[in-house]
Nanobody, 125 residues
Framework: VELNESGGDSVQAGGSLTLACTAS????????MAWIRQAPGKQREGVAV???????DYTDSVKGRFTISLDNAKNTLYLQMNSLNPEDTARYYC????????????????????WGQGTQVTVSS
């Protein structure tokens, strides 16, 4: 599975960004996909997942601000990020492990086998 993220940028606090991740190299039509982030000096953190049935789960710190979505026709995963704050500064990765479904939610995100190269998000105050 090949995953390629894009959309990272430097923004002011309160701003918005949309990250995208294109997936290829799998014959499975549906599987869980996730966004994960890692800030300097911090552990990797699962941010959001979208399951095969389209249901979603988020880590508490982004609930109400971030939205994960999937365009199946384009094989593209998105993360709409609103009301960004400096604590959101991190490198963001998308991840998947077809055909695994994230039944347990965002807590399993960091254990998915396939990751992209990441895209940097920097939020300044």
């Amino acid at each position: 599975v090949e995953l390629n993220e894009s959309g990272g940028d430097s923004v002011q606090a309160g701003g918005s960004l949309t990250l995208a991740c294109t997936a290829s190299g799998t014959t499975y039509e549906s599987y869980c996909m996730a966004w994960i982030r890692q800030a300097p000096g911090k552990q990797r953190e699962g941010v959001a997942v979208i399951r095969k049935d389209g249901s979603t789960d988020y880590t508490d710190s982004v609930k109400g601000r971030f939205t994960i979505s999937l365009d199946n026709a384009k094989n593209t995963l998105y993360l709409q990020m609103n009301s960004l704050n400096p604590e959101d500064t991190a490198r963001y990765y998308c991840a998947a492990e077809p055909p695994f479904d994230c039944a347990s939610g965002v807590s399993v995100a960091t254990r998915l086998a396939y990751w992209g190269q990441g895209t940097q998000v920097t939020v300044s105050s």
